[in-house]
């Protein structure tokens, strides 16, 4: 058999082969800010009584947890070694009971929609405005939320993600008034934000807005390792021994000290430095001169005032829309490859280029002056909007859809039949439709139009693209 190169080679070639890295981790491979990561063998320990236990933490961990706490501001933060991901299952598992009513704003995470899955919740979801030029969700509106509340005012916690994969921000304090005041929770997944808060050029942290409990992964835009993540605690809404209970439900019982080296490390280096955020922010700075220049290609919250579906806007993450030039978003991501810049996240009509704490005017000034120079040479385009999401109805509960029987019927002759699985476009995991949902005649045109613009769709059941696994009849 032939001998393929070991992970470790592969990886290490790539690293040297002078890639700029427009995606997380963070710390983009750039020593400066990661130093504490440089980690061997000597650290690899596991729980013996001199260095400490995450599920339990009374030593060097409590400590350290304790100064991320104060970086955040929160009352008491727990370092994640299983993603935001489980921070989210172990927080709507300790902010609700069998059976309550969860508001959630429709781009969520996958793991948002698994918890609902996991904890037999009824999902009341709220879904965001289209940005139509950019096909991206708008923030979830104050008035949103206000408006399921009164319908359904016994909903028990409300989940809200913010910013979005995308940087869209929504008006934290003002939906946390309205939660609070129908006696409801405030869980906000900020797994893009670890860094709000932390410079005055910053937008504010859900931490700071009246959340109950608010989720970030470390590793998406700071210097710590892929899996690191951190859950504050902001209230007394929140029962840290029920959320101890869920965390270790969740949570491996052999937490990485690596990775935990890593997240303390970061947390140091911020409290440390106080021009820890300068290269990255000056490099920002950099590229809005440089985008005002864009004639043809679109980078969002980057050309004056923000469409009125935002309500504010983080302006770390830059969505490239090719929707008023002759490029679709696979090809604007194969003229940044001629510049070895690779992506976070490819549309049909875009690219998601993630900057992080590892960046600076070098790393994104070679994306500036590729987009400049593609732009020149591209030209203008009248393409119709994207389509819109419609909301769609909910028939049966999502465990249920999971558990039933189910057969594969193509995407136009499943129209009326309840899915039996998540459809899910790109990454983030923000599915199109979940298990339980009536499949309606938009939803089979946003497939198409999905299709016909080479985005693949991942799913759970059905194989083929134009297929979807029903509940059998
Ligand atoms: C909005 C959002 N929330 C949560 C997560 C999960 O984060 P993690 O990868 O740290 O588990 C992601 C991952 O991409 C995400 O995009």
Not at 35 to 63: K, W, Y
Not at 336 to 355: C, F, H, P
Not at 438 to 454: D, M, Q
């Amino acid at each position: 058999m032939e001998k393929k190169k070991s992970l470790h080679s592969y990886l290490t070639e790539y690293s040297q082969s002078g890639r700029i890295p427009m995606h997380m981790p963070g710390h983009k491979r750039v020593r400066a800010v990661s130093e504490h990561m440089h980690i061997s063998a000597m650290q690899d320990f596991t729980e013996i009584a001199a260095t400490d236990n995450l599920h339990d933490a009374q030593g060097v961990l409590r400590d350290s947890m304790a100064l991320a706490s104060e970086l955040w501001g929160s009352l008491r933060s727990y370092y994640l070694v299983n993603g935001s991901t489980c921070g989210i299952l172990a927080g709507i598992r300790t902010l609700t009971k069998r059976g309550d009513k969860i508001l959630v704003s429709r781009n969520a995470h996958k793991s948002v929609f698994h918890a609902i899955e996991l904890c037999g919740l009824a999902p009341i979801f709220v879904l965001p405005p289209q940005i139509p030029e950019f096909g991206i969700c708008g923030s979830c509106a104050p008035a949103a939320v206000e408006a399921a509340f009164k319908a359904h005012p016994d909903i028990r916690l409300a989940v809200i993600t913010s910013p979005t994969y995308e940087g869209i921000l929504s008006d934290i304090e003002g939906i946390a008034e309205i939660v609070h005041k129908h006696n409801a929770a405030l869980f906000v997944d900020e797994a893009h934000g670890a860094h709000l808060g932390l410079h005055p050029t910053f937008a504010k942290s859900a931490v700071k807005c009246g959340a109950d409990l608010v989720v970030q992964s470390l590793h998406k835009t700071l210097p710590a390792f892929t899996q690191t993540a951190i859950l504050h605690v902001c209230s007394a809404r929140v029962s840290t021994k029920r959320l101890a209970h869920q965390l270790a439900v969740f949570e491996t019982s052999s937490p990485s000290y690596p990775l935990l080296i890593s997240a303390d490390g970061c947390v140091r280096k911020i409290l440390e430095d106080e021009a820890f955020f300068e290269p990255w922010r000056i490099g920002l700075a950099g590229f809005s001169i440089w985008a005002s220049q864009l004639q043809k290609l679109r980078v969002f919250g980057y050309e004056g005032d923000l469409p009125k579906e935002a309500f504010a806007f983080d302006e770390t993450k830059l969505y490239i829309s090719t929707h008023g030039c002759d490029l679709t978003g696979p090809q604007l991501a194969e003229k940044l490859e001629e510049y070895k810049i690779d992506v976070e996240m490819v549309t049909a009509q875009g690219v998601l280029a993630m900057t992080g704490a590892g960046d600076s005017i070098e790393s994104i000034g070679v994306l500036a002056e590729a987009l400049v120079q593609i732009d020149a040479a591209c030209s203008f385009a009248q393409k119709k909007d994207l389509p819109g999401l419609d909301l769609p109805v909910l028939a049966c509960a999502p465990e249920q859809a999971l558990e039933a029987e189910f057969a594969v019927f193509t995407v136009q002759d499943s129209i009326g039949k309840v899915s039996a699985e998540y459809v899910w476009a790109y990454p983030p995991g923000i599915p199109l439709l979940i298990p339980g949902e009536r499949i309606s005649a938009e939803f089979a045109s946003s497939v198409n139009w999905l299709l016909e613009n080479g985005v693949a769709l991942h799913k759970g059941r059905s194989k083929e693209n134009d297929e979807i696994a029903v509940i059998a009849s």
